[in-house]
């Protein structure tokens, strides 16, 4: 299935390549650059429905497991000093969403938003240490109902300008259900307490909601 951050994009680059196909084939006929095109912007239109592909899946909060936020590669695994919503030290775990993988970011766990906030920014390479706290990023901490509180940032890349987000303070979420969705290659990051048990590590590949990041203590 189709992602629903994909169906307009999809419709619009589909009627586009068919009116290019169709013109070319009017005017050049059925010549070997028109057949060319015609493979290449097959190829595209097959790479933009790969992208928004939409897997159906779900996972269930069992008293602090952590579960990947995203499909990727995990490039940090590091305590670090958290400067936007703890202002302490936090173990921060990073995953890279490539253009191959899913781009659906999913709450990793159950609880309540206790705080939002959208920040403008630049358009590092999403694997740059500075990334983090330089590009555009969504920022959600969701708390749970042990009162532990997990911060999660979707943070735009150098390819990905666009960051849509469905959270919002005080809404109360289920592990599993949709935090958003990034265009074209990025990054999440996840910050946990510091006395979680880590589960995974730098060069990992993770699938969202099916690998499990840390066990809160």
Known sequence: MIHREGIKISILVFLALAVLNI???????????????LVVSSVFMVFILYFFRDPK?????????????????VVVVEKTYEEEYFKDRRIQVSVFMSVWNIHINWFPVAGLLSYYKYHPGKYLVARHPKSSTLNERNTAVIRTDEGKEILVRQIAGAVARRIISYAEKDKKVSAGDEMGFIRFGSRVDVFLPPDSKILVRPGQKVRGLHTTLAELS
């Open 23 to 37: 013109l070319l084939l009017l005017s050049a006929g059925s010549s070997l650059p028109v057949l060319v095109f």
């Open 57 to 73: 899946r779900s996972a269930s909060f069992n008293g602090g497991t952590i579960y990947s936020p995203a499909d990727g590669e």
